[in-house]
């Protein structure tokens, strides 16, 4: 183990750790951001490759530089990932890849990070891995039973390969409408979902997404209620590849599987379907499992904090994780009011 004591250490490389740095750059606060990338980009460089943002370029920043213009009407992933390495280029943050954290203690009030390479010490730590590296599949009858090709979402990369088959895409999300949408130019494509897929009218994007969750989450810190039910966060977001499904008329739901067989699904009204792939779109849990030593963790990875900052374990905040940690907040453009309150409170502690 390095002797040395970093005031801060950051676990996790991408758009939440970038737009804390940001806000280190004028503390007099020694820190290290641990990536386990082999290079900047983070999660984007696995997603799928047409995956675009839901705003323009002006609305998808991360504090103090603005996205630059896209050749489209949502930059690309392409686009997004040359942002972000850009970005962190631009302000020389002091990062070290690939290393994994493979678990954190505490010990008279230093934080003991355990990795691939060494071990650091820190004063503080937080937390801003995001929830990329852990993928759910839900548990239905007969899975393990099926002969054909499962994959989750995080795995999918292009249509390519899927030519002829017969491929169900399950869930009613955003990733599931924008796989099918692609998937289905190729393939006989069946939509299962939970419940029948709600979408967002044409004309919303990430931007009134993203005012929605500012007025929500100014109007709750006055202790008022905020009525978001006209843009409810979890339907689907109309970018132009599932408008084009739509157009299609591809956008159907054969409702929820009841059982998985050996060759097929068998749906909830009894009938049966042959099918050569199953891609689960069913989302993530939190990538929290390194501090199983530190604070407790449901199933999902979720912990207990306040806001940012972790209940169980002085000195440890949690960036970046969606509604649990601050709305929007696991958005490029939503991280930042969530970064800089952390980086303020990392501040007070240290000093404190």
Known sequence: MDDKIYDLIIIGGGQSALACAFFLRRKEIDYLILDDQDSCGASWKRTWESLTL??????????????????????TREETIDYLCRYEKRYDFPIERPVMVTSVNKSDGIFSIKTNKKDYKSKTVISATGTFKNPFIPEVHGREKFKGQQLHSSE???????????????????????????????????????????????????????????AKYYAEKKGDTFDASKYNLGNIVMVPSVKEARERD??????????????????????????????????????????????????????????????????????????????????????????????KEVSEYLKG
Not at 54 to 75: D, I, R, T, V, Y
Not at 170 to 191: C, D, P, Y
Not at 330 to 335: D, H, M, R, Y
Request: with cysteine; glycine share 12%; net charge negative.
């Open 54 to 75: 839901f705003s323009p370029p002006e609305h998808s920043s991360l504090p103090g530089w603005q996205m630059p213009a896209s050749k489209g009407e949502f930059p």
């Open 156 to 214: 999918y990369r292009s249509p390519e390969g899927f030519q002829d088959k017969k491929v169900v895409i399950v869930g009613e999300g955003n990733s599931g409408a924008q796989i099918l949408a692609e998937v289905s130019k190729v393939a006989n494509t069946f939509w299962s979902t939970s419940q029948e897929p709600e979408y967002l009218p044409d004309d919303v994007d990430g931007r009134v997404l993203f005012d929605v969750a500012s």
């Open 250 to 343: 591809v956008l159907h739901s054969r409702g929820q599987i009841q059982t998985i067989i050996k060759d097929g699904v068998i749906w909830e009204d009894g009938s049966d379907q042959d099918v050569d792939v199953i891609i689960w779109c069913t989302g993530f849990g939190y990538s929290t499992g390194f501090l199983e030593n530190l604070v407790s963790i449901d199933k999902k990875g979720k912990i207990p904090t306040d806001n940012t900052k972790a209940k169980e374990t002085d000195g440890l905040w949690l960036v970046g994780y969606g509604g649990w940690t601050g709305f929007a907040s696991a958005t490029l453009i939503g991280v930042g009011r969530y970064a800089k309150q952390t980086i």
